[in-house]
Nanobody, 123 residues
Framework: QVQLVESGGGLVQPGGSLRLSCVAS????????IGWFRQAPGKEREGVSC????????DYRDSVKGRFTISRDNAKNTVYLQMNSLKPEDTAVYYC????????????????WGQGTQVTVSS
């Protein structure tokens, strides 16, 4: 059974940091493209950062470049999202998902979504 479980969200002040984790079970994570996505209330789900499986190429949306870092620990079958210098506009539910054919970090190219973890950036 394919399963992705996110954790690490919470309430943090602007400028703070969080590290999200996504643990995969039922399959080998490194065999798939893996990504982090987010959805704020009233907005569409958007790609945050993704790793392409065949060459570990990473993609980031412009608004998080230089602040967020995606990484993968194959031994733990886990992908992380280190988020620094958080801003109120980063507030959203964050999801991880896996994909097959690479079409960039677009939600349409990914599936098997986890349940999400809430990130709230507020003073």
């Amino acid at each position: 059974q394919v399963q992705l479980v996110e954790s690490g969200g919470g309430l943090v002040q602007p400028g703070g940091s969080l590290r999200l984790s996504c643990v995969a079970s039922g399959f080998t994570l490194e065999s798939y493209n893996i990504g982090w996505f987010r959805q704020a209330p009233g907005k569409e789900r958007e790609g945050v950062s993704c790793i392409r499986s065949r060459d570990s190429r990473t993609d980031y949306r412009d608004s998080v470049k230089g602040r967020f870092t995606i990484s993968r620990d194959n031994a733990k079958n886990t992908v992380y999202l280190q988020m620094n210098s958080l801003k109120p506009e980063d507030t959203a539910v964050y999801y991880c998902a896996i994909g097959g054919i690479w079409r960039g970090c677009s939600p349409a190219a990914f599936g098997s979504w986890g349940q999400g973890t809430q990130v709230t950036v507020s003073s």
